[in-house]
């Protein structure tokens, strides 16, 4: 798989993950209620975390691993350095996207609204509570882990499945299921939430000799 390819993939992933983070607080304050969910997105400011995922088709088969390290700042700023399966940064610093592929020497830009339309990270600036547009349902305890399945109502939704994980209150786990029955899983490591984030993270400047792609305001 080309590297152009695998970019767009882990980017696609990267947003879904990213928009559910800002999601799950807004549901809860749209219908409060005493889970693991809740007590953790209540007052959710900010975290980082380390981070494992992985790709496996229908089928169970792994494609593609991935590590790295987040940060999140509500509303609408993130950074992840993916550090395998290639260095790469996917950065939102509320008006723009930046992807830099570090041994490609290039970065694209781009409206980061535009970038995120039809995407589950539409939510970090719309209008309407999540629960309009997904179904929130517990699911059955794994291995001491509290399990939410969130449903999009529309068809027509990159995602159709997103499901999260915690563990004494704290989040653990992800998985996405596409429309081809494609399973992405998240683990977390490390996580901090609402401690100490420098600002600057979310800044991005092109290093010297950077082939940049698009525009952007």
């Known amino acids: 798989m080309s590297s152009t390819h695998q970019a767009t993939t882990l980017l696609g992933k990267f947003i879904a993950l990213l928009s559910l983070c800002v999601m799950a607080g807004t549901v809860l304050s749209a219908e409060p209620t005493s889970t693991s969910l809740d007590r953790f997105f209540r007052d959710l400011d900010n975290l980082t ?7 496996s088709d229908a089928q169970g088969k792994v ?14 700023r993130f950074r992840w350095d993916y550090d395998t399966p290639y260095k790469q940064l996917v950065l939102g610093d509320g008006q723009k996207l930046w992807t830099y592929d570090v041994d490609l020497e290039q970065a694209t830009v781009k409206p980061q609204q535009d970038a995120l339309a039809g995407t589950p990270a539409l ?7 999540p629960r309009t547009l997904f179904k929130v349902a517990p699911l059955p305890m794994r291995d001491d882990e509290e399990w939410f399945e969130l449903t999009p109502h529309a068809q027509d939704t990159q995602f159709n499945q997103i499901r999260l994980g915690f563990l004494n209150d704290q989040l653990v786990a992800m998985e996405l299921v596409d429309g081809f029955d494609q399973l992405t899983q ?20 092109p290093p010297k000799g950077v082939d940049v792609i698009g525009d952007a305001p």
Do not use: H, M, W, Y
């Not at 380390?50 to 790709?55: A, L, M, P, V, Y």
């Not at 494609?63 to 609408?76: C, D, E, K, V």
């Open 49 to 55: 975390a380390s981070f494992e995922q992985t790709i």
């Open 63 to 76: 494609t593609q691993t991935a590590n790295g390290r987040l940060s999140i700042q509500r509303p609408g």
């Open 123 to 129: 939510l970090l600036s719309a209008k309407e509570q």
């Open 186 to 205: 998240f683990r977390f490591n490390d996580l901090q939430v609402n401690g100490p984030v420098s600002a600057q993270i979310f800044r991005f400047v």
